[in-house]
T-cell receptor
């Protein structure tokens, strides 16, 4: 079974621009979560989508948004980029059964904002 | 915040030695999980222990959980150079996951 894939793997943007990151979960996984990882703040939860609905949200400003499609693929968007948005963005998917607590992570998208 | 804290922040040992890292968290949990991350890549799930369990084993991994102290420990026995990575504990609050700050383990060959 293919793992979680994220595109693009690397991205360079300038302040004020917007960016869209994509995540394809493992086949059959309906929950997709997004995380931001920075050296200073560690791994922080952004939001979680389940069956096209945002089920949980972390403490990030409204510039960070996401969506999930009917095939469970998810995108996250960051508008009006700031230097502090430079980070590794990780997406994780999980199964809709008893093992749903286990998250399977993608390799991440490394975003650099100049 | 439920965010956990790992201790120590960094650990350097020789191959063959055991590595122990600890995690403390703040509120009630359903379960606690440990993940490994190799240098700036995605996280890999290692083991999950539920709140009603006290100890769990998986290969060279042993995890303990003390809900009264809100702490967990991960023991890696007979470490290998390939175990070099960052290790994170994670607690879940109804599908919202909180990760600790991580322990950076370096296993010297």
């Amino acid at each position: 079974k293919a793992g979680v894939t994220q595109t693009p793997r690397y991205l360079i943007k300038t302040r004020g621009q917007q960016v869209t990151l994509s995540c394809s979960p493992i086949s059959g996984h309906r929950s997709v979560s997004w995380y931001q990882q920075t050296p200073g703040q560690g791994l922080q939860f952004l939001f979680e989508y389940f069956s096209e609905t945002q089920r949980n949200k972390g403490n990030f400003p409204g510039r960070f948004s996401g969506r999930q499609f009917s095939n469970s693929r998810s995108e996250m968007n960051v508008s009006t980029l700031e230097l502090g948005d430079s980070a590794l963005y990780l997406c994780a998917s999980s199964r809709p059964d008893r093992d749903q607590e286990t998250q399977y992570f993608g390799p991440g998208t490394r975003l650099l904002v100049l | 915040s439920q965010q956990g804290e790992e201790d120590p922040q960094a650990l350097s040992i020789q191959e063959g030695e055991n590595a122990t890292m600890n995690c403390s968290y703040k509120t009630s949990i359903n379960n606690l999980q440990w993940y490994r991350q190799n240098s700036g890549r995605g996280l890999v799930h290692l083991i999950l222990i539920r709140s009603n369990e006290r100890e769990k084993h998986s290969g060279r991994l042993r995890v303990t959980l003390d809900t009264s102290k809100k702490s967990s420990s991960l023991l890696i026995t007979a470490s290998r150079a390939a175990d070099t990575a960052s290790y994170f504990c994670a607690t879940d609050d109804f599908n919202k996951f909180y990760f600790g700050s991580g322990t950076k383990l370096n296993v010297k060959p």
